[in-house]
């Protein structure tokens, strides 16, 4: 297989950038595993960029790696991209994952707007003993706490995406459609499918809150 297409750095996964490159092997510094360096950055991208889901959406740098490794802050597609930045970074190649998921725990404040479906929630992949593992370093666990939902930790050796129930038996996460994968934010498409998917007074409330937020 040839993985040298994930491994590419692109415009949203900018991997010579010297402040996202430097703090990626801080993070991992003294460790050569490359299963331990995964789990790292995986920690740091899901716990320590904060999961905001009101943060602007519309223009390219609101997806680049290194713009939201220094906002400190973005939804599941920017975090997404930073981890897949870092882990290519490090040699791991690395590669996004799209679908749209049905969120039953979704704060009122915004299915008041979107409802509870949400376009284009995107995870990652990792190349690591001859195959692909997936990991979504998308809700914090302190909002996984807050919200009683079983953080999704990474082991090292299993996928660890979003839970379906939460602590209480009740569905959390449903995926209702699959939207492939790709090496590189889709940014077109995605402004694209968001602007086809909701309505325009949809779009304009987001991103009001996502100015005052």
């Known amino acids: 297989m040839d993985l040298s297409l994930y491994l590419q750095e692109t415009s949203?996964?900018?991997?010579?950038?010297?402040s996202l490159r430097n703090h990626t092997f801080k993070l991992v510094e003294g460790v050569s595993n490359p299963r331990e360096q995964i789990k790292i950055i995986f920690f740091f991208v899901r716990d320590q960029i904060k999961y905001n889901p009101y943060t602007s959406f519309f223009h390219p740098e609101d997806y680049r790696a290194s713009e939201i490794l220094r906002r400190g802050e973005g939804f599941c597609?920017?975090?997404?991209?930073?981890?897949?930045?870092?882990m290519?970074?490090?040699?791991?190649?690395?590669?996004?994952?799209?679908?749209?998921?049905?969120?039953?725990?979704a704060p009122k404040k915004l299915t008041d707007i979107m409802g509870h479906i949400f376009i284009f929630h995107s995870y990652c992949g990792v190349w690591i003993d001859?195959?692909?593992?997936?990991?979504?370093?998308?809700?914090?666990?302190?909002?996984?706490t807050k919200i009683r939902v079983q953080a999704n930790d990474f082991d090292g050796f299993?996928?660890?995406?979003?839970?379906?129930?939460?602590?209480?038996?009740?569905?959390?996460?449903?995926?209702v459609k699959d939207r492939g994968e790709a090496y590189d934010i889709p940014f077109a498409e995605i402004i694209t499918t968001l602007n086809h998917c909701y309505e325009n007074s949809v779009i304009k409330k987001w991103a009001q809150i996502s100015s005052t937020d």
């Open 158 to 175: 299993h996928d660890a995406i979003l839970p379906t129930v939460d602590l209480d038996g009740e569905t959390f996460i449903e995926y």
């Open 12 to 18: 949203f996964i900018d991997i010579s950038n010297p």
């Open 130 to 144: 001859n195959r692909w593992l997936k990991l979504a370093p998308t809700f914090n666990r302190e909002m996984c």
């Open 88 to 105: 290519r970074i490090l040699k791991i190649p690395a590669k996004l994952y799209f679908a749209d998921i049905k969120n039953n725990k």
């Open 77 to 86: 597609i920017p975090k997404a991209a930073l981890f897949t930045a870092m």
